[in-house]
């Protein structure tokens, strides 16, 4: 009996080292997915570390008041500002779109280069051609955007904008929205906004920020 003794120590022994061993290779296995994980994190545009919390922007696709067909992959290589407003407005969309256009001039031929985006969002009334008398009044290089109520959703939404329709007096409507611009650089990533009403000098220089 004694003789076994020894041999139930080098059993205990054996069934410790094979525990021992699969818990390596479970940690081993948690180590090797942990690595990958955080390679991809860091891989993948727009997550990790420096990434945004928040994504503002992407693809879309609508009318200008031309009646052509504009998409985000049509932007590529050029800055571009986004407005989301509607033609009905009584103050904020003219200011803006006033403040922009003065902004085109004083960037002169650089402006050029800049996009101007006013998305409608009240599609029912902005149709391309009531979007392009209303753009009279502005800098010929503004682009006024519509199209489906859906197509104007997915870009709102995308942007984060707010936008609501509002009922009024006699069966008329008005619409609440977002008043900030958007500014997107060349890749079509979402750098900041211009307020409304932010001071002109402010909004030249985020431009010129923009544009360099
Ligand atoms: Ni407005």
């Known amino acids: 009996m004694a003789a076994d003794i020894p041999d139930m120590e080098a059993e205990r022994t ?13 940690l081993a296995a948690v180590l090797v997915a942990t690595t990958a994980w955080l390679v991809i994190q860091r891989a993948v545009p727009g997550r ?19 009646g052509a067909r504009l998409s985000d992959r ?4 050029a800055p571009y500002a986004v407005f989301f407003g509607f033609t009905h407005c009584p103050e ?23 996009r101007v985006l006013f998305v409608t969002v009240d599609p029912e009334r902005d149709t391309p051609s009531a ?4 753009l009279q009044s502005f800098d010929p290089r503004i682009v006024g955007l519509t199209g489906s109520e859906a197509e104007i959703a997915a870009m709102a939404t995308a942007y984060r904008a ?20 958007y500014l997107m650089d060349s890749q079509g990533r979402f ?11 402010t909004r030249l220089a985020k431009l010129v920020l923009l544009l360099s």
């Open 14 to 26: 054996r069934r410790r080292l094979r525990a021992a061993i699969a818990f390596l290779g479970v």
């Open 48 to 66: 990790g570390a420096q990434a945004p919390v928040v994504s503002i922007g992407g693809p879309f696709e609508l009318t200008t008041h031309e």
């Open 74 to 77: 049509d932007l590529a290589g």
């Open 92 to 114: 904020v969309c003219p200011t803006t779109l006033w403040e922009m256009s003065q902004a085109l001039g004083e960037l002169g031929e650089e402006g050029s280069r800049l």
């Open 131 to 134: 979007l392009a008398t209303y």
């Open 162 to 181: 707010y936008w609501r329709r509002v009922p009024t007096e006699g069966g008329d409507y008005t619409m609440d929205h977002t008043a900030s611009v």
């Open 191 to 201: 750098v900041g906004t211009i307020a409304y009403e932010e001071e002109a000098r």
